[in-house]
C-alpha cells in the first residue's frame, strides 16, 4: 500500500486514541516512523504537523514528539458537586476528573493581593475591591490543560489557605469558602471561543491557530453575594460544554 500523509495521520489519530500511544508518551521518531510505512520522512513530518494542529501531539525541538490527546472532559454542573470535587481525596473538581481518566494531576500556582481590575470588580458589584488573585496552570501527567484565575474578596481570602502557594484542601476552593462560613449555593457561567493571545499560546503550549474556551465563572452565597470569579482558559478540544435546563 502506498500511504499519503493524510493516511499516516489517520493510522497514528487511531493508535493515539485507542492508548497505543498514552497521553504524555514520545512516539517512534519520524525516522522510525517512515522505515514502518516505507516512506519518506518528508512525509511522516507533514503527518505530524496535521496531528499538531489538531492538538493530538506536540513536536519539541531534540526532544521527540509528545502525545498530547486527552479524552475530552465533560464540563457541567455536575463538577461542582461536593461529592464529585471530593471524590477520593480530589483537591477539586480538576483533579478528580483528571484521576478519573488515569492521570496524574499538576498544580502550578502563584496568589498575590492587588486591587482587582476594573472588569473583575463589576462583577463583584462594585467599584474598588481588593482581591486575592490566585493563579493557577493545570496540567494532566506533565500536559498543559488550563489556565485558571480565580478572584477572591480579600476581607474573605487573607491569612487563609486560599493564599496558600499549593492545591488547597479536599474539594478545592469552594469546600473551603465553605468552611470559611461562605458556601457558595448558585454560580453563572459565561463561555467563549476565541484564538489564544500569545502568551496564553506559550503557557499551554499549544500553536497560536488553536482555539481555546475562556470560560468565566462567578459564585454567589445565600445572600446574594458574589464572592468568587474565575476565569478558565483551555485548549477546546480538551472539553465538552453539557447543560440540563428547563423547558418549561
Given at each position: 500500500m502506498k500511504f499519503t500523509y493524510r493516511d499516516i495521520a489517520e493510522d497514528l489519530r487511531k493508535s493515539i486514541r485507542s492508548g497505543t500511544?498514552?497521553?504524555?508518551?514520545?512516539?517512534?521518531?519520524e525516522t522510525a516512523l517512515a522505515a514502518d510505512y516505507g516512506v519518506s520522512r518528508s512525509l511522516v513530518n507533514k503527518a505530524l504537523q496535521l496531528l499538531a494542529v489538531?492538538?493530538?501531539?506536540?513536536?519539541?525541538q531534540g526532544?521527540?514528539?509528545?502525545?498530547?490527546?486527552?479524552?475530552p472532559l465533560s464540563r457541567s454542573g455536575a463538577r461542582y458537586r461536593r461529592d464529585t470535587r471530593e471524590h477520593e481525596g480530589a483537591k477539586g473538581a480538576f483533579d478528580a476528573e483528571i484521576r478519573a481518566i488515569g492521570l496524574e494531576p499538576q498544580h502550578e500556582i502563584s496568589v498575590t493581593r492587588m486591587p482587582a481590575p476594573d472588569d473583575i470588580s463589576v462583577l463583584f458589584g462594585l467599584s474598588e475591591i481588593t482581591v486575592v488573585r490566585r493563579s493557577r496552570r493545570l496540567l494532566a501527567s506533565?500536559?498543559?490543560?488550563s489556565l485558571v484565575v480565580?478572584?477572591?474578596?480579600?476581607?474573605?481570602?487573607?491569612g487563609t489557605a486560599l493564599e496558600e502557594p499549593e492545591p488547597v484542601i479536599v474539594g478545592g476552593i469552594k469546600s473551603l469558602y465553605a468552611s470559611l462560613g461562605h458556601p457558595q449555593v448558585e454560580a453563572d457561567?459565561?463561555?467563549?471561543v476565541r484564538l489564544p493571545t500569545d502568551e496564553e499560546a506559550e503557557k499551554l503550549e499549544i500553536s497560536a491557530e488553536r482555539p481555546v474556551f475562556d470560560i468565566l465563572h462567578t459564585g454567589r452565597t445565600a445572600d446574594g453575594r458574589t464572592v468568587e470569579v474565575t476565569t478558565t482558559v483551555t485548549p477546546t478540544s480538551y472539553l465538552i460544554i453539557e447543560s440540563t435546563f428547563p423547558l418549561a
Amino acid at each position: 500500500m502506498k500511504f499519503t500523509y493524510r493516511d499516516i495521520a489517520e493510522d497514528l489519530r487511531k493508535s493515539i486514541r485507542s492508548g497505543t500511544y498514552a497521553p504524555g508518551k514520545t512516539l517512534p521518531s519520524e525516522t522510525a516512523l517512515a522505515a514502518d510505512y516505507g516512506v519518506s520522512r518528508s512525509l511522516v513530518n507533514k503527518a505530524l504537523q496535521l496531528l499538531a494542529v489538531e492538538g493530538l501531539v506536540r513536536p519539541r525541538q531534540g526532544d521527540g514528539t509528545r502525545v498530547t490527546w486527552l479524552p475530552p472532559l465533560s464540563r457541567s454542573g455536575a463538577r461542582y458537586r461536593r461529592d464529585t470535587r471530593e471524590h477520593e481525596g480530589a483537591k477539586g473538581a480538576f483533579d478528580a476528573e483528571i484521576r478519573a481518566i488515569g492521570l496524574e494531576p499538576q498544580h502550578e500556582i502563584s496568589v498575590t493581593r492587588m486591587p482587582a481590575p476594573d472588569d473583575i470588580s463589576v462583577l463583584f458589584g462594585l467599584s474598588e475591591i481588593t482581591v486575592v488573585r490566585r493563579s493557577r496552570r493545570l496540567l494532566a501527567s506533565g500536559i498543559p490543560v488550563s489556565l485558571v484565575v480565580s478572584y477572591m474578596p480579600a476581607d474573605i481570602a487573607v491569612g487563609t489557605a486560599l493564599e496558600e502557594p499549593e492545591p488547597v484542601i479536599v474539594g478545592g476552593i469552594k469546600s473551603l469558602y465553605a468552611s470559611l462560613g461562605h458556601p457558595q449555593v448558585e454560580a453563572d457561567e459565561r463561555i467563549l471561543v476565541r484564538l489564544p493571545t500569545d502568551e496564553e499560546a506559550e503557557k499551554l503550549e499549544i500553536s497560536a491557530e488553536r482555539p481555546v474556551f475562556d470560560i468565566l465563572h462567578t459564585g454567589r452565597t445565600a445572600d446574594g453575594r458574589t464572592v468568587e470569579v474565575t476565569t478558565t482558559v483551555t485548549p477546546t478540544s480538551y472539553l465538552i460544554i453539557e447543560s440540563t435546563f428547563p423547558l418549561a
